[in-house]
């Protein structure tokens, strides 16, 4: 009942930039937190960046600095913004969201469909 949809991604040569979006939409209450994690060529997925609502957002040490997360609350969107890339950076990149879709109900954890970020010269 909740998509996250994901655009942005792409080729890009090394030292250049690019932002991804990630727009959520279905049967939403409240949207605690929004993030991106990545999964590189033959690794496992991990965390690199967080925003949550009423909270200071948090980046993994390997893109504090070069990239900001960001967020959109009245279209349930959020963006990362994606500086100084790296070869190292090439992943598929989910969006990840923290949604009630009541007040009374849990907290569902949803994950887009992840977009291509290729990083090379």
């Known amino acids: 009942q909740v998509q996250l949809v994901e655009s942005g991604g792409g080729l890009v040569q090394p030292g250049g930039s690019l932002r991804l979006s990630c727009a959520a939409s279905?049967?939403?209450?409240?949207?605690?937190?929004m993030g991106w994690y990545r999964q590189p060529p033959g690794k496992q997925r991990a965390f690199v960046a967080l925003?949550?609502?009423?909270?200071?957002?948090t980046y993994a040490d390997s893109v504090t600095g070069r990239f900001t997360i960001s967020r959109d609350n009245a279209k349930n969107t959020t963006f990362l913004q994606m500086d100084s890339l790296r070869p190292e950076d090439t992943a598929v990149y989910y969006c990840?969201?923290?949604?009630?879709?009541?007040?009374?109900?849990?907290?569902?954890?949803?994950w887009g469909q992840g977009t291509q970020v290729t990083v090379s010269s």
């Open positions: 279905g049967t939403i209450f409240s949207i605690n937190a």
């Open positions: 925003m949550p609502s009423g909270g200071s957002t």
């Open positions: 990840n969201a923290k949604v009630k879709r009541a007040w009374y109900g849990p907290t569902y954890n949803y």
